[in-house]
C-alpha cells in the first residue's frame, strides 16, 4: 500500500441499505478527512478526526457517520442509504506537526443509491 | 468562517496560450490557501499552497499563484498551457478558527484544446 485506498471504487446500492465505505492509509497521517463531491458544488467536508480516538462534523454530517479506532483506517458508515447521498466520496489525510499541512487524497468511491 | 468564490465554472483556452484562474476569499482571520488539481477520474492533488512570506508561490507543472492579501484572492495562473492541462481545478483555503479543515471553492473546469 502506497498512500491512501479506498474500497470499493464504486457501488450501487438500493435505498435504505447499509453501506460502509473504507479508507486505510499508511502514511501514520494523525488527521483523516471524508468529503463528497457533487457537480456544480465542489468538495464538501462530511466528517474529520484530527487523531486516533476522535473525531468531529463537518458541514455535511447528517446520515454519515464515521468511527477511528487507529491511525491508519477511518471507515465512513451510511446508516440507511438515500438516493440523495448518490456522490463520489473522497477520503483524505495530512500530517506532520503543522495543522494546516497539504491533505492527500485517495481516488475516490463512486456510490449510486437507487 | 471562511469561504472561496471561484468566478468561473468553465474556462476553454488554446493550447499554448497564458491562462488565470480566479479565487477570492472571505475569512476575518489569517489563511492558508491552496490550488488543487482533479484529472478526469482521479482524486485531487495539491498544485501550490501559500502559507506565509513571498506572496508568489510557484507550484507544480508551471503554475503559480498570487495571493493578494487587499484584494483576497488567490488567483492561479500558467505562461502557456498544455492539452495535459484539461482538468478541474479546485481553490480551497483553511483557518485557525475552522480546525483547519479545508473549504472548497465549486471548481473550474480548464478545457486546452489545439
Known amino acids: 500500500i502506497a498512500g491512501i485506498t479506498q474500497a470499493p471504487t464504486s457501488q450501487i446500492l438500493a435505498a435504505g441499505r447499509r453501506m460502509t465505505l473504507r479508507c486505510t492509509q499508511d502514511?501514520?497521517?494523525?488527521?483523516m478527512y471524508w468529503y463528497r463531491q457533487d457537480l456544480g458544488l465542489g468538495l464538501r467536508l462530511i466528517h474529520y478526526?484530527?487523531?486516533?480516538?476522535?473525531?468531529g462534523k463537518g458541514e455535511v454530517p447528517d446520515g454519515y457517520s464515521v468511527s477511528r479506532a487507529n491511525t491508519d483506517d477511518f471507515p465512513l458508515t451510511l446508516a440507511s442509504a438515500v438516493p440523495s447521498q448518490t456522490s463520489v466520496y473522497f477520503c483524505?489525510?495530512?500530517?506532520?506537526?503543522?495543522?494546516?499541512?497539504?491533505?492527500?487524497f485517495g481516488p475516490g468511491t463512486r456510490l449510486t443509491v437507487l | 468562517a471562511q469561504s472561496v468564490t471561484q468566478l468561473d465554472s468553465q474556462v476553454p483556452v488554446f493550447e499554448e496560450a497564458p491562462v488565470e484562474l480566479r479565487c477570492n476569499y472571505s475569512?476575518?482571520?489569517?489563511?492558508?490557501l491552496f490550488w488543487y488539481v482533479q484529472y478526469p477520474n482521479q482524486g485531487l492533488q495539491l498544485l501550490l499552497k501559500?502559507?506565509?512570506?513571498?506572496?508568489l508561490v510557484k507550484g507544480i507543472n508551471g503554475f503559480e499563484a498570487e495571493f493578494n492579501k487587499s484584494q483576497t484572492s488567490f488567483h492561479l495562473r500558467k505562461p502557456s498551457v498544455h492539452i495535459s492541462d484539461t482538468a478541474e481545478y479546485f481553490c480551497?483555503?483553511?483557518?485557525?478558527?475552522?480546525?483547519?479543515?479545508?473549504?472548497f471553492g465549486k471548481g473550474t473546469s480548464l478545457l486546452v484544446t489545439p
Open positions: 475569512s476575518s482571520v489569517s489563511v492558508y
Open positions: 483524505a489525510s495530512s500530517g506532520g506537526s503543522l495543522p494546516y499541512n497539504e491533505q492527500f
Open positions: 478526526s484530527n487523531t486516533a480516538g476522535t473525531t
Open positions: 501559500y502559507l506565509s512570506g513571498s506572496t
Open positions: 480551497a483555503v483553511s483557518a485557525s478558527n475552522s480546525g483547519y479543515a479545508l473549504n
Open positions: 502514511m501514520r497521517h494523525n488527521a
